[in-house]
């Protein structure tokens, strides 16, 4: 995770500056406690993600666990390298512009959370681990920019649980 991090950052910024945002991240927005050998600030970030899909769509999280989905096995790369192991270099480079903007990892949380709750209704429609986690893994990080935008701006308008974090 923290290698897609860095290479992330270092893809942007020269690598004395690359150090200094690594740093950072580190110190101010806790990314240390979630790559220290317990990752006790992961589980801890897991579990909260896990609760807000029980608070936000509380169907989803009953699909997820009926069919053995933990939240775990898909978000912990989410997390740990903030999108860029999975994703597009243009979606997680957003997704650090607003942590580095806000200086808050909660805008890496929200977009876990709006990802799911767009893609919510094709999530009920899979019946079983497996095609859950292919769609997860497969489908949303190929979603187009123009999708992925809208993402952001339906949360803000529909749940009220976004803060506008990604630009266009």
Sequence with gaps: GMNFVAGLILM???????????????DVCCLRGMYLPDMALLQLR?????????????????????AGADVMIFASP??????????????SGRVMDMVLHYRSYSVVMRACLALLLESEE???????????????????????????????????????V?????MP
């Design 78 to 91: 989410w997390l740990l390298g903030i999108f860029s192991s999975e994703f597009t270099v243009n979606f």
């Design 12 to 26: 942007h910024l020269e690598e004395d500056s690359a150090f200094c945002v690594l740093v950072m991240l580190m």
């Design 46 to 66: 897991l579990k909260l993600l896990t609760r807000l899909i029980q608070i936000h769509a509380p169907r989803l999280a009953e699909h997820l666990e009926a």
């Design 162 to 166: 976004w803060a506008g974090w990604w």
């Design 122 to 160: 094709e999530l009920l429609q899979k019946e079983d681990f497996e095609s859950i986690f292919c769609f997860l893994k497969s489908e949303i990080p190929l979603w187009s920019r123009d999708k992925l935008n809208k993402v952001s701006l339906q949360e803000d308008e529909r749940r009220g």
